[in-house]
């Protein structure tokens, strides 16, 4: 299973932090992160719920991370492993779609794809780079496992103050120019993580016009 001891800064500040895989007991301060991280509007009934995450944990537990500091749960990340049949190119898939609403149920041992499912750090300790860490320590996972990649949509928050210029394609790629900024593309791009392209009606988000931008990670020791 996986644990990784760092050290976080809180501005010049060192910090004690833990990367680990979540486990039952972990289920309470999960879904507080979730409550933090989507307050309403956000609908209550989309945050995670102990039957969830129990799939995460029972069916893909090494897909499960979490990330303590000084002893408390400040971040989450979950994901799953898909097949190239769920996520072709050229196959649109909504979020609903591939994560079994947040179920996994569709989990593919088989797959050769470690797809994410969701990535949240509570507000207050977001000045800490925790997403970033969780990032980085899913790719230990890929390699790990020898997968082939990592692949997620994530929200385009401020592609609708462009909506009426350009397309979500369009929108993607002046981002990745750095002619524009977006809060979610621009922190994957300082993940490493590549766009593939954007996907229509991926999730219900009114700033993202309810695209999705797919990107991905490839593991450079795949074979």
Not at 33 to 60: A, C, D, V, Y
Not at 169 to 175: D, I, Q, T
Request: glycine share 10%; charged share 20%; aromatic share 10%.
């Amino acid at each position: 299973m996986y644990r990784k001891e760092l050290y976080v800064f809180d501005g010049s500040l060192p910090v004690p932090a833990v990367i680990r895989n979540y486990e039952q007991r972990d289920f309470p301060g999960l879904i507080a992160i979730q409550q933090e991280s989507f307050p309403p509007p956000f609908p209550p009934e989309l945050w995670w719920n102990t039957e969830q995450l129990g799939n995460h944990i029972r069916l893909f537990p090494e897909g499960a991370l979490c990330i303590e500091v000084d002893g408390q749960i400040a971040g989450s990340m979950t994901g799953l492993l898909v097949g190239d049949e769920a996520v072709r190119p050229g196959h649109a898939h909504t979020w609903e779609e591939v994560t079994d609403g947040g179920y996994i149920c569709n989990h593919n041992p088989h797959g050769d794809t470690l797809y994410v499912a969701d990535i949240s750090v509570r507000p207050t300790y977001r000045k800490l780079g925790l997403g970033k860490w969780l990032m980085l320590s899913m790719y230990d996972v890929v390699v790990q496992l020898g997968l082939r990649r990592l692949l997620g949509g994530g929200r385009m928050p401020g592609y609708h103050l462009h909506s009426e210029q350009m397309t979500a394609g369009e929108y993607l790629e002046a981002v990745v120019a750095g002619k524009l900024k977006d809060p979610i593309v621009t922190f994957m791009l300082r993940c490493g993580r590549t766009p593939v392209g954007v996907a229509a009606n991926y999730l219900e988000d009114e700033e993202s016009c309810h695209y999705g931008a797919l990107m991905e990670w490839r593991n450079p020791f795949y074979k």
